[in-house]
């Protein structure tokens, strides 16, 4: 395993009391794999990324349990410092919002550039080739004349392409995308998709993309952790969870999306709001919503039980869902 | 009725926020502040509002609390100075001059041989009615241009914005120096209308910003697509959504108006005697500082503590208002 | 189709670029809105897709006279309403109602959710006696699912899919004929999405509403849709029943569009082939000349630049009739079937492609 996150806990405290964001979260990625977290808002999927990736806000955020093992080492346990090593050369990230994401005043070579002079110590002229290079695998076109322009004279797509090539620089072997696609268009989330898979087949890095997107999961994922209330429902390689997922919120999520290739059906939405998250409501997180919600469901947590070798399901009746 | 849900409010906004565009910033802050009763009261509580949330937010504010009394006490004593002084501000008398403290006479008296503690006291009702009346006839005017120039835009909104401009231009003290010492009432009307002249572009460029950013929401287009007339726009969506910023600024700058009038006075533009006022008084005892050094201590103590009082609770309204601007 | 409630004929938005502070003088323009036609009929739905920046939402605001239209007509009924003013335009807005994208920014936070359903009453008081208005406002909540008792409470104390409820029940309470969505489900959560599609669906039949769905989410526009016509650069280019768009398409936008969409469900990896689009969409200030969509089609040729095609029927499809046969603004259409259409292309990206925006 490239990384494993075991047991993961984190905390806000906020004034309505304390706010479990991610609550016992455990997924692992290989080397060359794509791991998809998918979930809604609040169901603590960015939170478990900033953790491993250490960027969490503290405070108000605190790790309060749990283990990231990134290449044999426990990341919690690392000194800042040593941290810092480890981020940008080892494991990138790539966010929503590009444009906020780079520096307004610096012209994107200068940016790129600068992973190369900083990290690697090279002289300005080589750093500067090297941002030109990253430019054209990432497809920009004219890169040696565009590397001289400034984020806010690139385009949605073109700016998250820059963001890639940003995570990209140092050749790290897992690159976390929180949402990568979101604020772009269909026809351009398609260009940019296409891009991370080809360099992600590339060069063997492991993918950890976060989306509440099904479609986009569908498309490029190997294997799914899907998140609810800071806990992980189900996880699963991506062919067995859409041909019949094993939790009622995975189903539920599923049924409540449009098809393209299936019209007329009515949508079954889910019933009701996610939790929030200083009073997630006690037994399983989804009861009050779930149609297969018994009284087991209402006092006993469900356990991540194994439904086969390599998947698991948080849900007292899985096998009832499997069959549904 | 299909797919209905009232749940006791399983989550409030907090949760269940956002989507597709700012989905992960709403996750990131969804352990914040975000709109849930105080004792978690669903739905069906009590309603709440921006201003009782921020009422709510105030009453537990030292800042806030601290500011306010002292205000509430100056209110008071500049309406009714002679519930705690039986004394007359110009009652003088030369043979007392420059003499200390003694009974009856607790702050002593200055170089005209005036009680300190009467003048200051009364000093307090002219500081009050400038600060009062400046800041209201700056707020008025400044947020009816303001809003003008933010509601009507385009050429109106030029014109305003560049006689905003010239008027900033204007350094304060020195336009005071020039306009003012051709005035010779000894009221405070000149002050007031010199401060009003030159502090309304101040709230004039808040409200205009704060109505443009109302104008542009959606549910002013929203009632603009129901036929709502102008006036109803104004009045029910724009002016209420714009109104805290400009109290905001207007009670920060009551304190710096009071001390305003005090550098006038003490330039010898502002009020004039027979007036009672801070600054003169403080104009008046600074040559005598070595001798009598309290004559200056209370009047000076009595505007800073005034003035700073403002600002606090100006600070502490803002952040009750909108914590985002902290 | 049933009788037509709206008519849009040669729409266009265009707002001047101006330099200058005082003396202000126009440098170019805005090419938002660019030769829009269409028709709505009586309880129909009418989707609208695109990207960002397509003109859809200008649309929409000219469709609710919240933007004047710089030329072109919209005919309610007949009457153009885009030269009304003063009570005949107010006589007309009870008609055409819209609902909003952002749940957060449509709801005057200053007001309870109360005042604002029952808003619409106060501007139109001859729709509803005032004795009336609370037990409508009550209805109205109860209408779209949420429970009365909270008509004295501030918008900020409901989440994003309960605010969007709150959104449509005030569209709701003059009974309009056309309701304008603008994005209505974009913002909120995937669970969420669905209750407020359902909603909607249910409100048409419930009151007859016609539905002009604005979205660019094609698998939801789809969903809800009787005809879609599909926008690129302020123009509609393709416009046809749902079946005739999303199983038939024959203008390459439209193609591209559809073959980008990720289907939820990872066999479809291997059978589909995509088309990846090259650049991006040119910047609406500097449209290219002829066909809006050569300088990233993958069919362009010099005909193209020359020539802008007008959005009918291609005469070769004409004559055979079928699914193909419906409007598209192409001089090249083809009907490919979906998911085996046009072999993987990457178109290069040259000229307008490059632009920001």
């Known amino acids: 395993m490239l990384l494993e996150v075991r047991d993961l806990r984190v905390e806000f405290h906020t004034r309505d009391g304390v706010a479990k964001a991610v609550d016992g979260v455990s997924y692992g990625v290989d080397a060359g794999e794509t791991l998809a977290v998918l979930g809604e808002s609040g169901s603590g999927k960015s939170v478990t990324a900033q953790a491993v990736m250490g960027i969490l806000d503290v405070p108000p955020g605190r790790i309060t349990g749990g283990e990231v093992v990134f290449r044999g080492r426990d990341l919690l346990k690392l000194k800042e410092d040593e941290r810092r090593k480890v981020r940008g050369a080892e494991m990138a990230m790539i966010f929503q919002d590009a444009l906020s994401s780079l520096n307004p005043v610096l012209s994107v070579g200068d940016q790129l550039a600068e992973m190369f002079t900083v990290h690697r110590g090279m002289s300005r002229r080589d750093a500067r080739a090297r941002a030109v290079e990253l430019m054209d695998r990432v497809r920009i076109p004219a890169a040696r004349e565009r590397a001289g322009q400034y984020p806010h004279q690139f385009s949605g797509g073109m700016r998250q392409r820059i963001m890639i090539a940003m995570a990209l620089a140092l050749e790290p072997a897992l690159i976390i995308a929180d949402e990568p696609t979101t604020a772009l268009d269909v026809t351009v989330q398609a260009q940019v998709m296409e891009l991370l898979a080809e360099l992600r087949r590339e060069l063997g890095m492991g993918l950890i993309l976060i989306t509440h997107d099904l479609g986009v999961v569908a498309d490029v994922a190997d294997r799914i952790a899907v998140m609810y209330a800071g806990r992980i429902v189900e996880s699963a390689p991506v062919h067995d969870v859409y041909k019949a997922p094993a939790h009622p919120y995975t189903r539920g999520l599923l049924d409540s999306v449009p098809r393209l290739d299936l019209k007329g059906r009515e949508l079954r939405a889910i019933k009701g709001l996610p939790p929030n998250l200083t009073r997630v409501p006690p037994g399983c997180a989804f009861h009050p919503r779930c149609p297969l919600a018994r009284d087991v469901c209402r006092t006993d947590e469900p356990p991540l039980y194994e439904v086969s070798a390599t998947r698991g399901s948080a849900c007292h009746f899985w096998r009832e869902c499997l069959d549904d | ?326 | 189709m049933t009788e037509p409630v709206l008519e849009v004929s040669g729409l266009v938005k265009h707002y001047p670029l101006t330099r200058g502070v005082v003396f202000r003088k126009q440098v170019g323009a805005v090419r938002a809105v660019d030769g829009v036609d269409f028709t709505l009929g009586r309880g129909e739905t009418l989707g609208i897709v695109g990207e960002s920046g397509c003109g859809k939402s200008t649309v929409a605001k000219m469709l609710v006279n919240l933007e004047r239209p710089t030329a072109g007509s919209i005919r309610y009924k007949g009457e153009d309403i885009t030269r009304l003013s003063g009570r005949a335009l107010k006589a007309v807005r009870r008609n055409i109602q819209m609902v909003f994208q952002d749940p957060y920014t449509s709801l005057n936070p200053r007001m309870t959710v109360g005042d604002i359903i029952g808003e619409p009453y106060e501007i139109h008081p001859e729709a509803a006696p005032k004795g009336d208005r609370r037990r409508r406002v009550r209805e109205l909540l109860d209408v779209v699912g949420l429970d009365p008792e909270y008509a004295n409470r501030y918008p900020h104390q409901f989440s994003g899919g309960q605010r969007q409820r709150i959104g449509i029940a005030r569209g709701l309470a003059l009974r309009p004929e056309v309701i304008v969505a603008d994005e209505p489900v974009s913002a909120l959560d995937v669970s969420v999405q669905a209750q407020v599609v359902n909603l909607m669906d249910r409100l048409q039949s419930e009151f007859g509403l016609a539905y002009v769905f604005i979205a660019h989410d094609l698998s939801i526009v789809r969903h809800l849709s009787d005809r879609v016509g599909v926008m690129y650069l302020g123009r509609i280019v393709e416009t046809g029943t749902d079946t005739e768009i999303y199983e038939h398409p024959t203008h390459p936008y439209t193609q591209a569009l559809l073959s980008a969409v990720p289907v939820p469900d990872p066999r479809a990896r291997e059978r589909r082939e995509r088309i990846i689009l090259g650049g991006d969409v040119p910047s609406p200030t500097d449209v290219p000349s002829g066909c809006r969509f050569r300088t990233r089609c993958w069919k362009a040729r010099e005909r193209c630049a020359l020539e802008a095609p007008a959005l009918a029927v291609p005469a070769w499809f004409e004559a055979s009739g079928g699914p193909a046969a419906h409007d598209s603004a192409c001089h090249f259409a083809e009907a490919v079937p979906v998911g085996r259409s046009a072999p993987e292309q990457v178109v290069p990206v040259e000229g307008h492609g490059n632009g920001p925006g």
């Open chain 2, 1 to 326: 009725m299909p797919e209905q849900h009232y749940e006791p409010e399983p989550a409030l906004a907090g949760a269940a926020a956002g989507g597709a565009v700012d989905l992960d910033v709403v996750e990131a802050r969804t352990p914040e502040r975000r709109p849930q009763g105080p004792d978690g009261s669903g739905p069906r509580g009590k309603p709440r509002s921006l201003w009782s949330d921020a009422w709510r937010d105030l009453r537990r504010n030292p800042v806030f609390l601290v500011s306010a009394l002292v205000i509430l006490f100056l209110v008071l004593i500049s309406l009714w100075p002679s519930a705690i002084t039986s004394g007359s501000p110009l009652t003088c008398d030369l043979s007392k001059a420059q003499e200390g403290s003694r009974a009856g006479h607790p702050f002593g008296f200055d170089g005209q041989g005036c009680d300190v503690y009467t003048r200051t006291v009364y000093g307090a009702r002219t500081s009050v009615a400038v600060g009062v009346l400046a800041t209201l006839g700056v707020a008025v005017l400044g947020s009816v241009l303001g809003a003008l120039a933010g509601f009507l835009g385009g050429a109106w909104d030029s014109v305003l914005s560049r006689v905003t401009d010239v008027f900033f231009a204007i350094p304060v003290v020195l336009g005071g120096l020039v306009l003012l010492s051709v005035v010779t009432s000894d009221t405070v009307w000149p002050v007031i209308g010199f401060i009003v002249l030159l502090g309304w572009p101040q709230i004039s460029r808040i409200a205009r910003s704060a109505v443009i950013t109302a104008r542009q929401n959606d549910y002013v287009q929203a009632a603009r697509a129901l036929g709502a007339s102008r006036s109803r726009l104004v009045l029910r969506h724009i002016a209420p959504n714009a109104v805290a910023p400009v109290i905001v600024v207007a009670t920060i700058a009551l304190g710096t108006y009071i001390a305003l009038e005090a550098t006038l006075s003490y330039l010898g533009v502002g009020l004039k005697p027979p007036s009672v006022s801070w600054g003169i008084d403080i104009s008046a005892a600074s040559p005598y500082i070595r001798n009598a050094p309290h004559a200056l201590l209370w009047p000076s103590g009595a505007l800073a503590v005034t003035v700073l009082a403002f600002i606090m609770l100006g600070d502490a309204v803002r952040d009750a208002l909108d914590p985002k601007l902290r």
